[in-house]
Protein backbone atom coordinates (compact mmCIF):
# COMPACT_ATOMS: atom_id res chain seq x y z
CA UNK A 1 0.00 0.00 0.00
CA UNK A 2 0.81 3.71 -0.54
CA UNK A 3 2.40 5.68 1.98
CA UNK A 4 -0.44 8.41 2.58
CA UNK A 5 0.07 11.84 0.91
CA UNK A 6 -0.03 13.91 4.17
CA UNK A 7 -0.56 17.31 2.51
CA UNK A 8 -3.78 16.01 0.26
CA UNK A 9 -5.02 14.78 3.28
CA UNK A 10 -4.37 18.02 5.25
CA UNK A 11 -6.56 19.65 2.51
CA UNK A 12 -8.80 17.24 2.70
CA UNK A 13 -9.93 17.19 6.24
CA UNK A 14 -9.34 21.25 6.51
CA UNK A 15 -11.60 21.47 3.87
CA UNK A 16 -14.35 19.52 5.10
CA UNK A 17 -14.00 21.23 8.00
CA UNK A 18 -15.30 24.62 6.21
CA UNK A 19 -12.13 25.69 4.77
CA UNK A 20 -12.92 25.97 1.14
CA UNK A 21 -9.20 27.60 -0.02
CA UNK A 22 -7.88 23.84 1.09
CA UNK A 23 -10.26 23.12 -1.88
CA UNK A 24 -8.58 25.73 -4.24
CA UNK A 25 -5.12 24.38 -3.26
CA UNK A 26 -5.90 20.70 -3.35
CA UNK A 27 -7.14 21.54 -6.95
CA UNK A 28 -4.30 23.75 -7.89
CA UNK A 29 -1.92 21.28 -7.04
CA UNK A 30 -3.29 18.79 -9.77
CA UNK A 31 -4.54 20.98 -12.21
CA UNK A 32 -1.91 20.55 -14.77
CA UNK A 33 -1.74 16.80 -14.58
CA UNK A 34 -5.62 16.49 -14.99
CA UNK A 35 -6.30 19.10 -17.52
CA UNK A 36 -3.54 17.98 -19.25
CA UNK A 37 -5.18 14.54 -19.58
CA UNK A 38 -8.35 15.67 -20.44
CA UNK A 39 -6.95 17.95 -23.35
CA UNK A 40 -5.33 15.14 -24.86
CA UNK A 41 -8.47 13.56 -25.32
CA UNK A 42 -11.01 16.03 -25.98
CA UNK A 43 -8.06 17.97 -28.65
CA UNK A 44 -10.26 20.76 -27.87
CA UNK A 45 -9.64 23.59 -25.07
CA UNK A 46 -13.10 25.04 -24.39
CA UNK A 47 -14.47 21.65 -24.22
CA UNK A 48 -11.62 20.62 -22.19
CA UNK A 49 -11.94 23.44 -20.10
CA UNK A 50 -15.65 22.83 -19.62
CA UNK A 51 -14.53 19.14 -18.97
CA UNK A 52 -12.38 20.24 -16.10
CA UNK A 53 -15.08 21.81 -14.55
CA UNK A 54 -17.32 19.32 -14.03
CA UNK A 55 -14.89 17.15 -12.89
CA UNK A 56 -14.23 19.77 -9.90
CA UNK A 57 -17.97 20.17 -9.47
CA UNK A 58 -17.92 16.54 -8.63
CA UNK A 59 -14.60 15.96 -6.65
CA UNK A 60 -16.30 19.48 -4.30
CA UNK A 61 -19.78 17.74 -3.96
CA UNK A 62 -18.33 14.11 -3.08
CA UNK A 63 -15.67 15.33 -1.08
CA UNK A 64 -18.00 17.99 0.61
CA UNK A 65 -21.17 15.11 1.30
CA UNK A 66 -17.99 13.26 3.17
CA UNK A 67 -18.31 9.71 0.85
CA UNK A 68 -14.67 9.53 -0.34
CA UNK A 69 -12.60 7.68 1.81
CA UNK A 70 -8.73 9.13 2.01
CA UNK A 71 -6.59 6.48 2.13
CA UNK A 72 -3.49 8.18 0.61
CA UNK A 73 -4.71 8.00 -3.27
CA UNK A 74 -6.41 11.14 -3.77
CA UNK A 75 -4.66 11.51 -7.40
CA UNK A 76 -5.99 8.10 -8.99
CA UNK A 77 -9.16 8.69 -7.93
CA UNK A 78 -9.22 11.91 -9.11
CA UNK A 79 -8.14 11.02 -12.28
CA UNK A 80 -10.71 8.15 -12.42
CA UNK A 81 -13.16 10.60 -11.98
CA UNK A 82 -11.78 12.67 -14.44
CA UNK A 83 -11.77 9.47 -17.02
CA UNK A 84 -15.34 8.85 -16.47
CA UNK A 85 -16.61 12.54 -17.38
CA UNK A 86 -14.99 12.40 -20.38
CA UNK A 87 -16.42 8.88 -21.36
CA UNK A 88 -19.47 10.11 -20.41
CA UNK A 89 -18.85 13.07 -22.88
CA UNK A 90 -18.05 11.06 -25.62
CA UNK A 91 -21.03 9.03 -25.06
CA UNK A 92 -23.33 11.85 -25.20
CA UNK A 93 -21.60 12.96 -28.11
CA UNK A 94 -22.15 9.57 -29.44
CA UNK A 95 -18.61 9.62 -30.26
CA UNK A 96 -17.58 6.22 -29.24
CA UNK A 97 -19.51 4.73 -32.35
CA UNK A 98 -16.52 5.84 -34.40
CA UNK A 99 -14.14 3.60 -32.17
CA UNK A 100 -12.43 0.44 -33.77
CA UNK A 101 -14.03 -2.35 -32.13
CA UNK A 102 -11.44 -4.85 -32.22
CA UNK A 103 -8.35 -2.29 -31.26
CA UNK A 104 -5.79 -4.23 -29.34
CA UNK A 105 -4.12 -2.49 -26.34
CA UNK A 106 -0.72 -3.71 -26.35
CA UNK A 107 0.05 -3.01 -22.70
CA UNK A 108 3.96 -3.72 -22.48
CA UNK A 109 4.86 -2.00 -25.54
CA UNK A 110 2.74 0.80 -23.67
CA UNK A 111 5.36 0.84 -20.98
CA UNK A 112 8.86 1.56 -23.31
CA UNK A 113 7.45 5.26 -23.67
CA UNK A 114 10.31 6.65 -21.15
CA UNK A 115 7.54 6.52 -18.47
CA UNK A 116 5.02 8.88 -19.78
CA UNK A 117 1.93 7.55 -21.03
CA UNK A 118 1.22 8.90 -24.67
CA UNK A 119 -2.42 9.31 -26.11
CA UNK A 120 -2.16 6.93 -28.62
CA UNK A 121 -1.23 4.20 -26.10
CA UNK A 122 -4.24 4.20 -24.21
CA UNK A 123 -7.20 2.18 -24.61
CA UNK A 124 -10.34 2.48 -26.10
CA UNK A 125 -13.32 2.97 -23.70
CA UNK A 126 -14.99 -0.36 -24.17
CA UNK A 127 -11.79 -1.98 -22.91
CA UNK A 128 -11.01 0.34 -20.57
CA UNK A 129 -14.15 -1.32 -18.75
CA UNK A 130 -12.88 -4.91 -19.30
CA UNK A 131 -9.49 -3.65 -17.96
CA UNK A 132 -11.42 -2.04 -15.03
CA UNK A 133 -12.87 -5.62 -14.86
CA UNK A 134 -8.67 -7.45 -14.79
CA UNK A 135 -7.42 -5.14 -12.35
CA UNK A 136 -10.32 -6.08 -9.91
CA UNK A 137 -8.66 -9.68 -9.82
CA UNK A 138 -5.51 -8.69 -9.28
CA UNK A 139 -3.78 -8.37 -5.39
CA UNK A 140 -4.28 -4.69 -4.24
CA UNK A 141 -0.18 -4.30 -4.84
CA UNK A 142 -0.58 -4.89 -8.05
CA UNK A 143 -3.72 -3.41 -8.93
CA UNK A 144 -2.75 -0.19 -7.18
CA UNK A 145 0.28 0.24 -9.41
CA UNK A 146 -2.08 -0.30 -12.79
CA UNK A 147 -4.42 2.21 -11.72
CA UNK A 148 -1.96 4.76 -11.06
CA UNK A 149 0.07 4.33 -14.47
CA UNK A 150 -3.32 3.70 -16.56
CA UNK A 151 -5.55 5.60 -15.05
CA UNK A 152 -3.72 8.02 -12.97
CA UNK A 153 -1.28 8.50 -15.66
CA UNK A 154 1.41 8.77 -13.46
CA UNK A 155 4.60 8.04 -14.14
CA UNK A 156 7.11 5.07 -12.56
CA UNK A 157 9.04 7.43 -10.50
CA UNK A 158 5.81 9.12 -9.34
CA UNK A 159 4.93 5.57 -8.05
CA UNK A 160 7.72 4.61 -6.46
CA UNK A 161 7.45 8.12 -4.90
CA UNK A 162 3.31 7.43 -3.98
CA UNK A 163 3.69 4.36 -2.79
CA UNK A 164 6.81 4.68 -0.85
CA UNK A 165 8.52 2.00 -2.90
CA UNK A 166 11.72 2.12 -5.21
CA UNK A 167 11.25 1.75 -9.05
CA UNK A 168 12.25 -1.51 -9.54
CA UNK A 169 9.40 -2.70 -7.16
CA UNK A 170 6.56 -0.34 -9.04
CA UNK A 171 8.22 -1.86 -12.12
CA UNK A 172 8.09 -5.61 -10.72
CA UNK A 173 4.40 -5.09 -9.76
CA UNK A 174 3.66 -3.97 -13.22
CA UNK A 175 5.51 -7.39 -14.56
CA UNK A 176 3.43 -9.54 -11.83
CA UNK A 177 0.12 -7.89 -12.50
CA UNK A 178 0.81 -7.85 -16.71
CA UNK A 179 1.46 -11.71 -16.28
CA UNK A 180 -1.18 -12.43 -14.57
CA UNK A 181 -3.78 -10.37 -16.70
CA UNK A 182 -2.54 -12.24 -19.92
CA UNK A 183 -3.59 -15.60 -17.63
CA UNK A 184 -6.98 -13.68 -16.61
CA UNK A 185 -7.19 -12.70 -20.39
CA UNK A 186 -6.94 -16.28 -21.83
CA UNK A 187 -9.20 -17.80 -19.28
CA UNK A 188 -11.86 -15.32 -20.06
CA UNK A 189 -10.91 -14.57 -23.45
CA UNK A 190 -10.59 -10.99 -23.37
CA UNK A 191 -9.73 -9.63 -26.64
CA UNK A 192 -6.19 -7.43 -25.12
CA UNK A 193 -2.29 -7.51 -26.29
CA UNK A 194 0.02 -8.57 -24.00
CA UNK A 195 3.26 -8.83 -26.25
Avoid at 32 to 53: A, E, H, P
Avoid at 62 to 73: C, V
Avoid at 179 to 189: E, V
Wanted: contains cysteine.
Amino acid sequence: MCVQNNQDSIYISTFISGNTESFNQLILKYNDKVYGYILSKIKDKDISNDIFQEVCIKVFNILRSGKYKDQGKFLPWFMRITHNVIIDYFRKESRLQNFNKNFKFDLINSLNDNNEIQDSKYPNFDQSKELKKLTGLLSEDQKEVIEMRFFGGMTFKEISNECGISINTALGRMRYALSNMRKLCIKNKFEFSFQ
